[in-house]
Antibody, heavy 120, light 112 residues
Framework: QVQLQESGPGLVKPSQTLSLTCTVS??????????WSWIRQPPGKGLEWIGY???????YYNPSLKSRVTISVDTSKNQFSLKLSSVTAADTAVYYC????????????WGQGTLVTVSS | DVVMTQSPLSLPVTLGQPASISCRSS???????????LNWFQQRPGQSPRRLIY???NRDSGVPDRFSGSGSGTDFTLKISRVEAEDVGVYYC?????????FGQGTKVEIK
């Protein structure tokens, strides 16, 4: 059973960089059948794609966030990471890491999510 | 971006009765490979979303057969044949055809 677990600071100051890591267990991040993704959900609101990465390092970012987002992968640690720069209160959200099935263009496994609050 | 519009946004249902959620996209979700990448997710209170349906009508393993998906092009539906207490939550459609992939606003299902 694949499991994904987010980790990182729960509080980030405005204008700083949000950094999260997702550790994957029960499966290899180097499998060519999956993309590795970040999705966020502001409190009480809907879901927004941030972007995803293939094990080779190819990335796809939501154009609305592209100038501020970096997603990277560390296959040796079976982890992938998110960096979001110049954060504001609007970036306060539960951040989920997730596995996307390459053949379905769909998320088949989600992490439990981690709340990141942007506040001074 | 492709806009996914769900209706209704709130759906009070009597236990044992059917429920239906509509999802409409602002453009066709048929991809160049002929597949339609429309998915449905359930998010129970306090939990991560869980996929129920992928590619319009394929039910995930472990998902009760009272859940079914249908539709084509720009018009899709999730049906619950007989609502049970455990079905309470928010349901999202999501398109995986056009990047950036997008979700609907969510439909909150509650028991009357």
């Amino acid at each position: 059973q694949v499991q994904l677990q987010e980790s990182g600071p729960g509080l980030v100051k405005p204008s700083q960089t949000l950094s999260l890591t997702c550790t994957v267990s029960g499966g290899s991040i180097s499998s060519g059948d999956y993309y590795w993704s970040w999705i966020r959900q502001p409190p009480g609101k809907g879901l927004e794609w941030i972007g995803y990465i293939y094990y080779s390092g190819s990335t796809y970012y939501n154009p609305s966030l592209k100038s501020r987002v970096t997603i990277s992968v560390d296959t040796s640690k079976n982890q992938f990471s998110l960096k979001l720069s110049s954060v504001t209160a609007a970036d306060t959200a539960v951040y989920y890491c997730a596995r996307v099935n390459y053949y379905d263009s769909s998320v088949d496994y989600w992490g439990q999510g981690t709340l990141v609050t942007v506040s001074s | 971006d492709v806009v996914m519009t769900q209706s209704p946004l709130s759906l009070p249902v009597t236990l044992g009765q059917p429920a239906s959620i509509s999802c409409r996209s602002s453009q066709s979700l048929v991809y160049s490979d002929g597949n339609t990448y429309l998915n449905w997710f359930q998010q129970r209170p306090g939990q991560s979303p869980r996929r129920l349906i992928y590619k319009v009508s394929n039910r995930d393993s472990g998902v009760p057969d009272r859940f079914s998906g249908s539709g084509s092009g720009t018009d899709f539906t999730l049906k619950i044949s007989r609502v049970e207490a455990e079905d309470v939550g928010v349901y999202y459609c999501m398109q995986g055809t056009h990047w950036p992939w997008t979700f609907g606003q969510g439909t909150k299902v509650e028991i009357k």
